[in-house]
């Protein structure tokens, strides 16, 4: 059974900072993993979506990197500000257990002005 | 493109009342995932289609709960009947593809439920 490993659950850091949030999984049989945004009371926003034949993808300040042999993936965000405060969950789609989605627990990330 | 649209965002019941949320895709995809968030389980897989045809139903908590495609576009979960414990945010997700697809998943805004 597939799962997902996020650390920390939660990161308070002043405004400004470079920081890196960290997702692991157990089963490196994968077809992608992707990291999601949640705003209180929100949906889930799509971050990056990376192939598991990819290394890493960048949007922005974002950066994320997946390492499929070790079963880790990272979230790298630059200048952090305040509006990068929310919830960061990572989900991996694993080639068994029916191609489900897998998610993590989440990081509960405030950058504080 | 509008998004995956979810209603109703917000529904307050009475135990033993039937409650549907109404879920439409964004247009082309063909894959759709139900979702139960709570603070205690998180993102919990309820049950999901692709190209209309329910591929996995194992995360459907018990008998209570139905869902259905009647159409490509659109889904519903129904609980019946319903009780507090099912109180949580569920989420409408879509793909393009499944089984195999490489395919982003979008969701919604989400159906927070009450049951009293």
């Known amino acids: 059974k597939q799962e997902v490993t996020q650390i920390p659950a939660a990161l308070s850091v002043p405004e400004g900072e470079n920081l890196v949030l960290n997702c692991s999984f157990t089963?490196?049989?994968?077809?992608?993993l992707q990291w999601f945004r949640q705003d209180p009371g929100k949906g889930l926003t799509s971050l990056l979506l990376?192939?598991?034949?990819?290394r890493e993808q960048t949007s922005g300040r974002l950066n994320a990197s997946l390492d499929k042999s070790s079963g880790r993936s990272t979230l790298y965000i630059a200048a952090s500000q305040p509006g990068d405060s929310a919830t960061y969950l990572c989900?991996?789609?694993?080639?068994?257990?029916?191609?489900?989605?897998?998610f993590g627990a989440g990081t509960i990330l405030r950058v504080k002005s | 493109d509008a998004g995956v649209i979810q209603s109703p965002r917000h529904e307050v019941t009475e135990m033993g009342q039937e409650v549907t949320l109404r879920c439409k895709l964004i247009?082309?995809?063909?894959?759709l995932f139900w979702y139960r968030q709570t603070m205690m389980r998180g993102l919990e897989l309820l049950i999901y289609?692709?190209?209309?045809?329910?591929?996995?139903d194992s995360g459907m908590p018990e008998d209570r709960f139905s869902a259905k495609m009647p159409n490509a576009s659109f889904s519903t979960l129904k609980i019946q009947p319903s009780e507090p414990r099912d109180s949580a945010v569920y989420f409408c997700?879509?793909?393009?593809?499944?089984?195999?697809?490489?395919?982003?998943?979008?969701f919604g805004e989400g159906s927070r439920l009450t049951v009293l």
């Open positions: 997700a879509s793909s393009l593809g499944a089984g195999g697809s490489t395919g982003e998943l979008f």
């Open positions: 089963d490196s049989a994968i077809y992608n």
């Open positions: 990376i192939q598991s034949s990819q």
């Open positions: 989900a991996v789609r694993g080639t068994e257990y029916g191609n489900k989605l897998v």
């Open positions: 247009s082309g995809h063909n894959s």
């Open positions: 289609f692709n190209n209309n045809v329910p591929i996995d």
